[in-house]
């Protein structure tokens, strides 16, 4: 253990556009890769952020990645241009995710094998947030055999149903799993989450992690099995966006620093609250900058 745990956080950058109820629109970097390093950052670990970068990254991305603790040059390049998602609101908080350039090319810049640096294999954790499902269940399985880091993996909901086996078997390569109730409940074909995080523990990994949003999220662990509720404190989000790729970094950290899930968890959610403070990495890129900004 260390206080400052090497995080690697593997996923990709976007160019996002959030479009509220009354048609307000607001641009701003982020992806999932992001999120999770500035979050880390935020708990008080050494992330490294791995995600590949277009040829139209603006400034202000540049300068989160730095702010991460990752230098853009050091990243993966594509000669393609950014990501970019549009995201509907609606008045329920409910929200529809549109990507402009297609799953192609969300695919030709998610991270491969290729793009995994030698000194990557030896942080003590590697974050596998979701990414195009081919590349992320590559990814899962290459790494299993080829690094002692703790691997945690955050499925996304999109691609669940009809790659239930393919999933399995990530989930069997990972040492943390951490579904959302959505993803949970379509993977493990029930609604009980109860039964549901049993299943996956019966599978391999250490921990299992159900984030269910302002409800909080379920723990349950090798040695602890019966799921404990995690709260958190409900509070009015101004962006939702990257939430929950929040809780994944902050969680990693406080996990590799201290073994103790629940501990975990409840640093995670400290995060994401500051995280949907505001659009985009905004909030957590104040929260990085601020002399009392790690959480714990």
Not at 173 to 180: G, I, K, W, Y
Request: aromatic share 4%; proline share 7%; glycine share 8%.
């Amino acid at each position: 253990m260390t206080d400052s745990p090497t995080l690697v956080c593997v996923g990709n950058l976007t160019v996002d556009e959030a479009v509220s109820p009354t048609g307000e629109r607001v641009e701003s970097v982020g992806g999932d890769a992001l999120f999770a390093a500035l979050a880390a950052r935020v708990a008080g670990g050494h992330p490294v952020l791995l995600a590949p970068l277009g040829t139209d990254a603006p400034p202000a991305l540049l300068a989160a990645i730095r702010s991460a603790g990752t230098d853009p040059e050091s990243l993966p390049s594509r000669d393609l241009p950014l990501i970019r998602n549009v995201i509907r609101y609606d008045d329920a908080g409910g929200r529809v995710w549109e990507l402009v350039r297609g799953e192609e090319h969300f695919e030709a810049l998610s991270v491969s094998p290729a793009d995994v640096p030698a000194e990557a294999l030896a942080a003590a954790g590697v974050l596998l947030s979701a990414m195009a499902l081919r590349p992320q269940l590559e990814l899962a399985a290459w790494l299993r055999t080829r690094t002692a880091a703790t691997i945690f993996f955050d499925p996304q909901e999109d691609y669940v149903t009809g790659h239930e086996a393919a999933l399995t078997d990530a989930v069997r390569a990972c040492d943390v799993f951490l579904p959302s109730e959505i993803e949970a409940t379509a993977l493990a074909g029930t609604a009980d989450l109860r039964v549901a995080a049993a299943t996956f523990l019966d599978l391999g990994p250490r921990v299992v992690v159900v984030k269910r949003a302002e409800a909080g999220c379920l723990v349950a662990t090798r040695e602890r099995p019966e799921p404990v509720v995690v709260p958190t404190d409900v509070v009015a989000p101004v962006d939702s966006t990257g939430a929950g790729d929040a809780f994944c970094g902050a969680f990693a950290v406080e996990y590799l620093r201290s073994g103790d899930a629940h501990a975990a968890a409840r640093i995670g959610a400290a995060t994401a609250r500051i995280a949907v403070g505001g659009p985009g990495v905004s909030a957590l890129l104040a929260a990085v900058e601020a002399s009392s900004g790690v959480v714990r």
